[in-house]
């Protein structure tokens, strides 16, 4: 399974910080997967639904470790490419997170 592109869409919120489509094998779409800025710097959280008692349940994630951490370093690092090609301030927790996943 290959990531085959990644879209960003920035959001400047306190803990938001973008909205990420993903396209697998240029075939298969996952949306509405999101960077949180969390405690630790930057995560991304995968799509998920609100239950009825009002947790969160995830609709898609990976089913490993390692494919997480692929998944996220690719996605973080499309993320820090778009603020960087926007002309944005690259925060400090987000060059942490870059170089905690390296």
Not at 15 to 31: E, W
Not at 60 to 86: F, M, Q
Request: charged share 30%; glycine share 6%; aromatic share 6%.
């Amino acid at each position: 399974m290959n990531i085959t592109e990644i879209k960003v869409f920035p959001i400047n919120e306190e803990k938001l910080k973008a909205y990420i489509t993903i396209i697998l094998d240029d075939c298969f779409v996952v949306r509405d997967l999101k960077i949180i800025a969390g405690m630790g710097g930057l995560f991304v959280a995968m799509p998920s639904k609100k239950r009825k008692d009002g947790t969160f349940k995830d609709i898609a994630h990976p089913l490993n470790h390692s494919t997480r951490a692929i998944l996220e370093k690719k996605i973080l690092d499309a993320y820090l490419d778009e603020l960087r090609s926007l002309g944005g301030c690259v925060t400090q927790s987000a060059l942490e997170a870059e170089s905690r996943d390296a």
